[in-house]
Antibody, heavy 119, light 110 residues
């Protein structure tokens, strides 16, 4: 069974940093592109970042470019999101999601971890 | 601000057909496949339609997807009470070089 478990969320002050992790299991992690998607309270889904398999190509949403860094550790089946210069508008539930092989759809999602940016 | 526009709400009575539109542009829907996600309150989204018109295993066949030009649609035939949820379209955007979600549609079963 595919499982994605996020951790690392919490309360952080504006301008602060936080590192999110996503532990993957039940599939060959290195074969899949991975993503972070967030959802602010009461709002819609917003794609944050993607990292491909094999070539490790990386993409960011304009709203986080230069402040967030996505990375992966295939040896430990883990995905990360390093967030810095955090703003109130970064407050959201952050989901880790797997891209299906050969497609652009996100076929499996974690349960999410809440990041709150507030003084 | 999302580049894919959906109506904020849609509704129907049990058994009716409900259609949700998703309006995009030449940089996303026109040349790329569209995916749809279903989300219940306080839970993670679930893939509902992939590749514009394909259902993952386990998704009932009352859900169907299509697209024409720069717009896509999700249809729910034979609406059921358990279909009450939020629905999002999504696609890769070649200009933004990123994945874009629609604004989301809340479906209510009357």
């Amino acid at each position: 069974e595919v499982q994605l478990v996020e951790s690392g969320g919490g309360l952080v002050k504006p301008g602060g940093s936080l590192r999110l992790s996503c532990a993957a299991s039940g599939f060959t992690f290195s074969h899949y592109s991975m993503n972070w998607v967030r959802q602010a309270p009461g709002k819609g889904l917003e794609w944050v970042s993607s990292i491909t398999s094999i070539t490790n190509d990386i993409y960011y949403a304009g709203s986080v470019k230069g402040r967030f860094t996505i990375s992966r550790d295939n040896a430990n089946d883990s995905l990360y999101l390093e967030m810095s210069s955090l703003r109130a508008e970064d407050t959201a539930v952050y989901y880790c999601a797997r891209t299906s092989i050969g497609g652009y759809d996100f076929d499996n999602w974690g349960q999410g971890t809440l990041v709150t940016v507030s003084s | 601000q999302s580049v894919l526009t959906q109506p904020p709400s849609a509704s129907g009575t049990p058994g009716q057909r409900v259609t949700i539109s998703c309006s995009g542009s030449s940089s996303n829907i026109l040349f790329n496949t569209v995916n749809w996600y279903q989300q219940f309150p306080t839970t993670a989204p679930k893939l509902l339609i992939l590749g514009t018109d394909q259902r993952p295993s386990g998704v009932p066949d009352r859900f169907s997807g299509s697209k024409s030009g720069t717009s896509a649609s999700l249809a729910i035939s034979g609406l059921q009470s358990e279909d009450e949820a939020d629905y999002y379209c999504a696609a890769w955007d070649d200009s933004l070089k990123g994945y874009v979600f629609g604004t989301g549609t809340k479906v209510t079963v009357l």
